[in-house]
């Protein structure tokens, strides 16, 4: 993965676990939907290219420290529906 690659999935990783563990009601209400263009493009990508994404969200999670932190990470391939 080149640099680039590496950090456009540390940015979706960020801010799926931003959102996630928002407590503002607004913010939860609407991630899904800040989210649903992000999961439509990600789809046209190849299953091979989904799935080396959501090794690299895998690697950000193994990087966290704070637990709550961590398993949103964990979670996060699924959440952005790579894992299908």
Do not use: C, G, Y
Not at 32 to 45: A, D, G, S
């Amino acid at each position: 993965m080149t640099t680039l690659e590496r950090t456009l999935a540390k940015a979706l990783t960020e801010i799926v676990i931003r959102l996630d563990l928002s407590d503002d009601d607004a913010i939860a209400e609407s991630s899904m939907q800040l989210l649903e263009p992000v999961i439509t493009l990600l789809q046209e990508l190849s299953a091979q290219d989904r799935q080396a994404l959501a090794d690299l969200i895998n690697q950000f999670a193994h990087q966290e420290t704070d637990p709550e932190r961590h398993l949103t990470a964990w979670e996060a391939p699924e959440t952005v529906s790579l894992l299908a």
